[in-house]
């Protein structure tokens, strides 16, 4: 099984700073396809996750500029470059290379 | 406009049978790409996807949990159904149903429904 890790797992932002939130994998993301299937969603306060980030890097319909995804293999990376209050809440990577399985969530608030 | 809504019971006693169903919009189950999934989020923690069924009838599960899962679909009544044995107290959660599409790209439960609580207690 694949286990996700996020670091860190809080992060209080002051609002138009940038923030930064890992995510590792116990294997590589890397699928035979050559696809990477690492995702991010956003779970607001009494809402149901939506996504963010697909296949790593690209954003989804709607999603600010703000937001941004990177990484490879088993180091991901997503970016805010600058913090708004609507960016608050829990946000979590998953990986569906094989299955699926989420990391535990890095809660985001605002200073 | 793709829609998802989870229906169920509330309430369940321990060693009961739990079954969910997820009556979505907007696309159809027979599309080649299309999936939908079941996570669910116990009280204050993380989320976990427990599985998935696909537009040709292949399923996945959550290995930890296969022995107590079984999916289905009614494409006719575009109903995804997840049936779960044994339930527990620690089985307390929010039990969410999401769209899936692999188009060009793979969009992973890009769409989902507000979720169902379900409380495990005799």
């Known amino acids: 099984d694949i286990v996700m890790t ?15 939130i890992s995510c590792k994998s116990s294997q590589s ?8 299937y690492l995702f991010w969603y956003l779970q607001k306060s ?9 296949e790593v890097s690209n954003r989804f319909s709607g999603v600010p500029d703000r937001f941004s995804g990177s990484g490879s293999g088993t180091d991901f990376t997503l970016k805010i470059s600058r ?9 979590y990577c998953m990986q569906s290379t094989q299955l699926f399985t989420f990391g535990p969530g890095t809660k985001v608030d605002i200073k | ?22 009556t979505f919009s907007g696309f159809s189950l027979t599309t080649s790409g299309v999936g939908v999934g079941w996570i669910r989020q ?6 976990e996807w427990l599985a998935i069924i696909f537009w040709d009838d292949d399923k996945r599960y959550s290995p930890s949990l296969k022995s107590r899962l079984t999916i289905t679909k009614d494409t006719s009544k575009n109903q995804v159904v997840l049936t779960m044995t044994n339930m527990d107290p620690v089985d307390t959660a929010t039990y969410y149903c999401a769209h899936r599409i692999y188009d060009r790209s793979l969009f992973n439960f890009d769409y989902w429904g507000q979720g169902t609580l379900v409380t495990v207690s005799s």
Not at chain 1, 29 to 36: D, K
Not at chain 1, 46 to 54: C, D, H, K, T
Not at chain 2, 42 to 47: E, I, R, T, V
């Open chain 1, 6 to 20: 996020q670091t860190p797992l809080s992060l209080s932002v002051t609002p138009g700073q940038p923030a930064s």
């Open chain 1, 29 to 36: 993301l890397l699928h035979s396809n050559g696809n990477t």
């Open chain 1, 46 to 54: 009494g809402q149901p996750p939506q996504l963010l980030i697909y």
């Open chain 1, 83 to 91: 913090v708004e209050a609507e960016d608050v809440g829990i946000y």
């Open chain 2, 1 to 22: 406009q793709i829609t998802l809504k989870e229906s169920g019971p509330t309430l369940v006693k321990p060693t009961q049978t739990l079954t969910l169903t997820c």
């Open chain 2, 42 to 47: 116990s009280p204050g923690k993380a989320l």
